[in-house]
């Protein structure tokens, strides 16, 4: 059974800090991993990662994959009180399309 | 921007009560799929379709049922509600291509007393 864990699954930050989240995963078959935001309501997709070592990136967010070691970071920097949100990651094995999500990360930027 | 739309947004309904969530979009996708979440939980994946009359049961157990007569519309129904299934449920669909870039609706949050 496909397998991805976030880490936090919290934390509090003031607007300008740096954040990094964490997910690691265990899929047989890896095809891609996905990153979204989720505000009050519709998840919303940020990233989408298919290759190890290749950073992708818009704006102050940005994130890498690790294909050997089976994890992949987001990093916001310059943060501001609207990144508050949750954060999903999710992977998805080849020739399934479904994707399996994480608990999520939950940011919180305070002013 | 993606087009897709749930409604209603929130529900409040008594035991035992039928319900239908609606879901429909206008991108055309052929895929489309129903997550339920729960506070702090993961989302869960309990019905999906690949196309017209295709439905298929997710990794999450649920007594939900769901119909793809049309490509854009995907409802999902419970017979008989009961207060386990408060939850939020959201609807998804992606693009035929299947490189799991989904797009989500607002969701509905349903509340069984």
């Given at each position: 059974e496909d397998k991805v864990v976030q880490s936090p699954l919290s934390l509090v930050v003031h607007e300008g800090d740096t954040v990094t989240l964490n997910c690691s995963y265990e899929v047989t078959n890896f095809r891609s991993l996905l990153w979204y935001k989720q505000e009050k309501k519709a998840p919303t997709f940020l990233f989408m990662l298919t290759?190890?070592?290749?950073?992708?990136?818009?704006?102050?967010?940005?994130?890498?994959?690790?294909?050997?070691?089976?994890?992949?970071?987001?990093?916001?920097?310059?943060?501001?009180?609207?990144?508050?949100?949750?954060?999903?990651?999710?992977?998805?094995?080849?020739?399934?399309?479904?994707?399996?999500?994480?608990?999520?990360?939950?940011?919180?930027?305070?002013? | 921007e993606a087009d897709i739309y749930q409604t209603?947004?929130?529900?409040?309904?008594?035991?035992?009560?039928?319900i239908t969530l609606e879901c429909s979009q206008t991108m055309g996708h052929d895929k489309m799929y129903w997550y339920q979440q729960d506070?702090?939980?993961?989302?869960?994946?309990?019905?999906?379709?690949?196309?017209?009359?295709?439905?298929?049961?997710?990794?999450?157990?649920?007594?939900?049922?769901?119909?793809?007569?049309?490509?854009?519309?995907?409802?999902?129904?419970?017979?008989?509600?009961?207060?386990?299934?408060?939850?939020?449920?959201?609807?998804?669909s992606s693009e035929s291509r299947g490189e799991g870039k989904l797009f989500f609706g607002s969701g509905t949050q349903l509340s069984v007393l």
């Amino acid at each position: 059974e496909d397998k991805v864990v976030q880490s936090p699954l919290s934390l509090v930050v003031h607007e300008g800090d740096t954040v990094t989240l964490n997910c690691s995963y265990e899929v047989t078959n890896f095809r891609s991993l996905l990153w979204y935001k989720q505000e009050k309501k519709a998840p919303t997709f940020l990233f989408m990662l298919t290759s190890s070592g290749i950073e992708k990136k818009s704006g102050r967010l940005s994130s890498i994959l690790d294909k050997k070691e089976l994890f992949s970071i987001l990093n916001i920097t310059a943060t501001q009180t609207g990144d508050s949100a949750v954060y999903l990651c999710a992977v998805e094995a080849i020739n399934d399309y479904k994707l399996s999500f994480g608990a999520g990360t939950t940011v919180t930027v305070r002013a | 921007e993606a087009d897709i739309y749930q409604t209603p947004r929130y529900l409040v309904i008594g035991t035992g009560k039928k319900i239908t969530l609606e879901c429909s979009q206008t991108m055309g996708h052929d895929k489309m799929y129903w997550y339920q979440q729960d506070p702090g939980m993961e989302l869960h994946l309990i019905h999906y379709s690949y196309g017209v009359n295709s439905t298929e049961k997710g990794d999450l157990s649920s007594e939900s049922t769901v119909s793809r007569i049309r490509t854009e519309h995907f409802p999902l129904t419970l017979e008989s509600a009961r207060p386990s299934h408060t939850s939020q449920y959201l609807c998804a669909s992606s693009e035929s291509r299947g490189e799991g870039k989904l797009f989500f609706g607002s969701g509905t949050q349903l509340s069984v007393l």
